[in-house]
């Protein structure tokens, strides 16, 4: 509301001008209030239901880390787990043309839609990691796998997806690819850029070589999918990694180890100084677990998830 609508007078200035509210804030200042005052005579069982949609730092699951690949199931023990959302795979893919989606079913989409709505769920990110053991420097049908993913990503509001370049793509054992990927990931970029989204590449590079592939692709729809585990079995600084890369450049973060220990248990990865590393950088978004699994019970889902979902939460939220 400006001041010439005769809520305001030109001549003297309104109480919250005083303190340095402008006018057309006016409205925006006392729904806050209101909220502010709501929350602080709301109970804290409930006070997540008001604070969850601002939460810089959410932690998610991966669906195919916890078992169920592509199986709706997967969003109920996300949320038994304590997560706030879910990492979904595209599917296998092997020797197809296109992942073995089963989210292009309308039926099966709509029951994801449903479930992750009921269930409070968020879906963060789809992932074609059917990309970890094949080509996607020589994939013929690279684009038509891409499309798939963004249409999904479209159909799920989903705006994150992880395409890692894996084993057959590694830069550093495999320089030679570089100028195929990186054609690639432009072509990649074009495609994302035009439907809104981002796809995160996780790469065997440092941070530094990656902020170079990453001027190479040109592309903002292009980001680094940071993996803590790689530069922490490489013997790099971890810290000094997100540092180089800065906020802008990474999408989002697997933010665990190789599988051995739970996460509150891992001498090299000290996550509050992950937290006051990426505080410093004005970072916010999705820390997803992938793996620091207790190497004495690997396959028991419930007792590693939940450990460092837990973990997690009591250093990051």
């Given at each position: 509301?400006?001041?010439?609508?005769?809520?305001?007078?030109?001549?003297?200035?309104?109480?919250?001008?005083?303190?340095?509210?402008?006018?057309?804030?006016?409205?925006?200042?006392?729904?806050?209030?209101?909220?502010?005052?709501?929350?602080?005579?709301?109970?804290?069982?409930?006070?997540?239901?008001?604070?969850?949609?601002?939460?810089?730092?959410?932690?998610?699951?991966?669906?195919?880390?916890?078992?169920?690949?592509?199986?709706?199931?997967?969003?109920?023990?996300?949320?038994?787990?304590?997560?706030?959302?879910?990492?979904?795979?595209?599917?296998?893919?092997?020797?197809?043309?296109?992942?073995?989606?089963?989210?292009?079913?309308?039926?099966?989409?709509?029951?994801?839609?449903?479930?992750?709505?009921?269930?409070?769920?968020?879906?963060?990110?789809?992932?074609?990691?059917?990309?970890?053991?094949?080509?996607?420097?020589?994939?013929?049908?690279?684009?038509?796998?891409?499309?798939?993913?963004?249409d999904t990503m479209k159909a799920l509001n989903v705006k994150v997806a992880f395409l890692p370049l894996g084993v057959q793509?590694?830069?550093?054992?495999?320089?030679?690819?570089?100028?195929?990927?990186?054609?690639?990931?432009?072509?990649?970029?074009?495609?994302?850029?035009?439907?809104?989204?981002?796809?995160?590449?996780?790469?065997?590079?440092?941070?530094?070589?990656?902020?170079?592939?990453?001027?190479?692709?040109?592309?903002?729809?292009?980001?680094?999918?940071?993996?803590?585990?790689?530069?922490?079995?490489?013997?790099?600084?971890?810290?000094?990694?997100?540092?180089?890369?800065?906020?802008?450049?990474?999408?989002?973060?697997?933010?665990?180890?190789?599988?051995?220990?739970?996460?509150?248990?891992?001498?090299?990865?000290?996550?509050?100084?992950?937290?006051?590393?990426?505080?410093?950088?004005?970072?916010?978004?999705?820390?997803?677990?992938?793996?620091?699994?207790?190497?004495?019970?690997?396959?028991?889902?419930?007792?590693?998830?939940?450990?460092?979902?837990?973990?997690?939460?009591?250093?990051?939220?």
């Amino acid at each position: 509301m400006n001041k010439h609508s005769g809520f305001l007078s030109d001549s003297a200035p309104s109480p919250l001008e005083k303190v340095g509210v402008r006018p057309n804030s006016r409205r925006t200042f006392i729904r806050n209030a209101a909220l502010l005052t709501l929350g602080l005579s709301i109970p804290n069982s409930l006070a997540w239901a008001f604070a969850d949609k601002n939460q810089r730092y959410k932690i998610a699951v991966i669906d195919l880390m916890i078992l169920k690949r592509q199986k709706l199931s997967a969003l109920p023990l996300a949320k038994e787990l304590g997560a706030d959302g879910l990492e979904v795979d595209m599917g296998g893919l092997g020797n197809r043309e296109t992942f073995d989606n089963q989210l292009a079913k309308p039926e099966v989409l709509q029951q994801y839609l449903q479930q992750s709505k009921e269930l409070n769920i968020e879906i963060c990110s789809l992932a074609m990691t059917g990309f970890y053991a094949q080509s996607f420097a020589t994939r013929p049908t690279y684009k038509r796998m891409v499309q798939d993913c963004i249409d999904t990503m479209k159909a799920l509001n989903v705006k994150v997806a992880f395409l890692p370049l894996g084993v057959q793509g590694d830069l550093v054992k495999h320089p030679e690819l570089r100028p195929a990927i990186v054609e690639r990931l432009k072509a990649v970029g074009k495609m994302a850029k035009k439907a809104g989204v981002i796809i995160g590449i996780e790469t065997a590079l440092d941070a530094t070589e990656e902020k170079q592939l990453l001027k190479d692709i040109g592309c903002s729809a292009i980001q680094i999918y940071f993996n803590f585990s790689n530069p922490l079995k490489e013997g790099r600084d971890l810290h000094q990694e997100l540092r180089i890369l800065g906020k802008k450049r990474i999408c989002q973060i697997h933010c665990t180890d190789e599988d051995g220990v739970w996460l509150e248990n891992n001498t090299r990865l000290d996550m509050k100084k992950v937290k006051r590393t990426l505080d410093d950088m004005g970072w916010k978004g999705w820390l997803v677990i992938e793996r620091s699994r207790d190497r004495n019970d690997p396959t028991n889902v419930r007792k590693n998830f939940t450990a460092n979902t837990r973990y997690m939460k009591s250093v990051f939220q």
